[in-house]
Structures are given as structure tokens and as C-alpha cells.
């Protein structure tokens, strides 16, 4: 916990792995519960409620969220956890049931309060360095660099791969792939309250979770998503989504002065685009809030969601900066900020 607030924006660590299976194609997710809570014990962080399908396990955690595929890992946490000392005890993890590490990407925003992160995350700097001495040696390929905008916050990326493993998709066809990570600051305090619980009202993390999903709307906003949420006590809120091999994950802090929400997908070029930004505008329209930012990554160039920007406009948004660069294995990150027009 910081000393001035909760610390909304989230660390996000993604690896890819290769590598025969023996198991028929399970791969990481034959690693078992107590070894996974184990590397989550060292982040600082644990699991709060879960759901998988034959595609893969999700898992909602005390701080965010993990997602394990057969050969892919993606976690994201909040606060002042350490999200980076869980790469060696996952690479070790992935070579325990015969897998290599062949790609890691590693993202974040600007934290609100970052003089509260401790070691390795005090500064993005150290983060890279950290990342290089702990990442196996056969990924050679590297690159960090700060997406600045013309607001306070920018985009930090990180990524690292096998140069012998370029383009190679693990799981899934990656070149097809696109990831979109939604931040938004200052909710709009109607909202906001939808996601505070009431004193003593009697019922379990997961029943006030449904309750906040169903009043807010965020159920609709993938109708054909299983959710599985949670409401935190007395405030917060965080919700996997499951829809075939893809997820959608929403994490909410709504406190005054320091409100933050985000939402993350994976979605395909092969998607209806629309009916993508108009889950985009639901998002929007259930936190209204009054700075938000949206990064793509994706291997099809900065034209991919070249229409973000004209479907949030009509909201109230105004797009303040966009920016992009190339980063091996992980193709264009497109990073946009938006802010309100209301003074």
C-alpha cells in the first residue's frame, strides 16, 4: 500500500515458451497449484478465485490477475508488489515440464505514486536491468524503451526473444494476435461508487463481485465471456474473462484522488474490428473517466485500430498524443492518451 493510495496501474509480464511436451499438449499447465502460489507468495500477491477451459487456466489474484496457457504465462499485478521476481521461479517452472523460454514481454504505465515501488521497480531503468540479468541467455534480442506522450503518463516496454525463435507463434498464430491495454484515471465518482461494498453487507468476495459486474454492465460488455469476479472489502473490484482461447480482464481501484480502472484483451485481425471498438466504448462508457490511454500491440503495423481514436472521440475524449515503435517479436506497440473535454 502506498503512503498516499492504493497504486492502480499495473505491471504486466508476458512469457512464451517452446519445446517438445510430453504430456499432450498441457504443458504449463500441468504445473501445480502450490508451485504457482509459491512464485505468487514471492510477488506478494495471492489467488482469490479461478476458472479455465480446455484453452487455458485464469486466475483472479489479490492484486490483479495470472493466466497460464500450455505455453504461455501472462501476470499482471497492482500495488507495490514485485511483479519481476517471478521470472526466474517461471522460466524454472517452464524447463520443469520440459519447456524453454523463447519470449518475454514486459509493459506498464507511469505509477501514480512511484516513489511507493520498491526495488526492482523504482524506476524502469533498474527494471531492464533486473529483466537482463534474470532472463535466460538464449534471448538476445533486446529492447526497452519509454513511450512518452504529451501528458504525465507514458508507456514502458520491454521485450526480449530467442533470435533463433523470431515470429515464431507459441500456442497461437501471434502475427494474427493483437493486445489492447486499456488505463483510466479520474472515474467518474458516480461510477466509481458502484464499485464500494456496504458495511457488513453479509456476503462473500465472489456474490458482491457478480452483484458489481451485473449493476455496472461489464457482463455486456462480452456477453459470450464466463466471468469470473470478485469485489474486494470495503472497495475494488477485478474480473476474468474467458472466451475460448482469448481473455479479457478488468481491475478497478475507485477511491477519490487516486481512481483508477483498466482493461485488457486479446483479440485477432480475423475479428470483426467494430464490434471490438464498441467493446471499447462500453468500457468508457461504464467509467467515464477523465484521462484514459489505450496501447496496441500488434504485428500488423500501426494501421491496426487506427480507429480507437474516432470511436472514442464521440464520448467526451479528446486524443492528446499517439505515438508507436517496433519491438522485436512483438511488432507495433501503438500507445494513445486521451483526456476529457469537460473542465
Known sequence: ????????????????????????????RRIDFFSLEKVLHAVQCTVVSAVGNKFF????????SL????????????GTTQLLKSVRPFVHLGMMTGLTLCGCRYTRGSFIFPDAQPYPHTHFEEEVIYLEKNLPENLLIKKGSIMNSK??????????????RMGVAVGAHAEDLFTVEICMTELDRVQARKFFRRFNDGKTGDSAGREMTEATGINGVNENALICDYAFDPCGYSMNGIDGSRYSTVHVTPEDGFSYASFECVCSAYDDEEEILEALKKVVKIFR????????TSAAGEEAWSGVAAAIEPLGLRLTSCTADEFPDAGTVVFQTFSTRRK
Open 67 to 78: 493466466f497460464v496457457y500450455p505455453t504461455k504465462i501472462i501476470i499482471k499485478t497492482c
Open 289 to 296: 473517466p477523465g484521462k484514459l490511454s489505450v496501447s496496441t
Open 57 to 64: 487456466d485464469s486466475y483472479v489474484l489479490s492484486e490483479s
Open 1 to 28: 500500500m502506498a503512503v498516499s493510495g492504493f497504486e492502480g496501474y499495473e505491471k504486466r509480464l508476458e512469457l512464451r515458451f517452446y519445446g517438445d511436451d510430453p504430456s499432450g499438449g498441457k504443458g504449463l
Open 151 to 164: 501528458s504525465c503518463y507514458n508507456w514502458h516496454v520491454f521485450t526480449a526473444c530467442d533470435v533463433g
